[in-house]
């Protein structure tokens, strides 16, 4: 089984508004990232989490808060964001082994729209 | 640092046509080469990779061989659907990265 799941698919909020999108995995994969996919173009990455700790962080703003509660779960924490924040956002998961070699996987994404 | 390029769509054919769609690479090392299909509205999907020189990833119809002389990573299919019609990605994950590389990505339309 290669699925990583996210809620809300899709999710609408105000600039004043808190909400968070939620990724879960299964495959007992121990790194997990947050992309950001505006349209037409390809993901970006913006956070990395290896054994549950962050490990990369693309220079987001503060206005996205990452957290790994566990393994399995992935979470991102918005806050006061802008319109230019809405697009598809997209978690993913691998084998956090450091060959080079490791597949990521994607979930379906939650499609943001920020009003 | 490391980049993939990958040819400008959209690429349209008819049902049954062969499909190539060209992706070369700048990488210092050894990169794995992964593609990724998006359907409109969902998420990546990993379509096949190759992790060192020569391999040939396949999966449903698609083939790609790791060229590392001409560091290309070309996909190609005998004879596309209505259903392959989708944005592919090409990638790339050098040892001890963890961001993957991707290309613009190509839109396919396949018409019936």
């Known amino acids: 089984d290669t699925e990583v799941t996210q809620t809300p698919k899709h999710l609408v909020m105000g600039m004043t508004n808190k909400k968070s999108l939620k990724c879960e995995q299964h495959?007992?994969?121990?790194?997990m990232y947050w992309y950001k996919q505006k349209a037409k173009k390809p993901p970006e990455l913006m956070f990395v989490y290896s054994y549950e700790k962050l490990s990369i962080n693309e220079s987001v703003p503060s206005r996205f808060s990452p957290e790994c509660p566990n393994s399995s779960l992935l979470n991102l924490h918005l806050h006061a964001l802008q319109p230019e924040d809405s697009a598809l956002y997209l978690c993913?998961?691998?084998?956090?082994?450091?060959?080079?070699?490791?597949?990521?996987?994607f979930g379906p994404g939650t499609r943001l729209l920020v009003l | 640092g490391d980049s993939v390029t990958q040819m400008e769509g959209p690429v349209t054919l008819s049902e049954e046509a062969f499909l190539t769609i060209n992706c070369t690479y700048t990488?210092?090392?050894?990169?794995?080469l992964f593609w990724y299909v998006q359907y409109p509205g969902e998420g990546l999907q990993l379509l096949l990779k190759a992790t060192k020189a020569d391999d040939k990833g396949s999966n449903k119809g698609f083939e790609a061989t790791y060229r590392k002389e001409t560091t290309s990573f070309h996909l190609e299919k005998g004879s596309v659907q209505v259903s392959d019609s989708a944005v592919y990605f090409c990638a790339l994950l050098n040892t001890g990265f963890q961001k993957l590389v991707f290309g613009t990505g190509t839109r396919l339309l396949v018409s019936p």
């Open positions: 495959m007992g994969h121990r790194a």
């Open positions: 993913a998961s691998s084998q956090a082994i450091g060959d080079g070699q490791e597949t990521q996987y």
């Open positions: 990488a210092t090392g050894y990169p794995s």
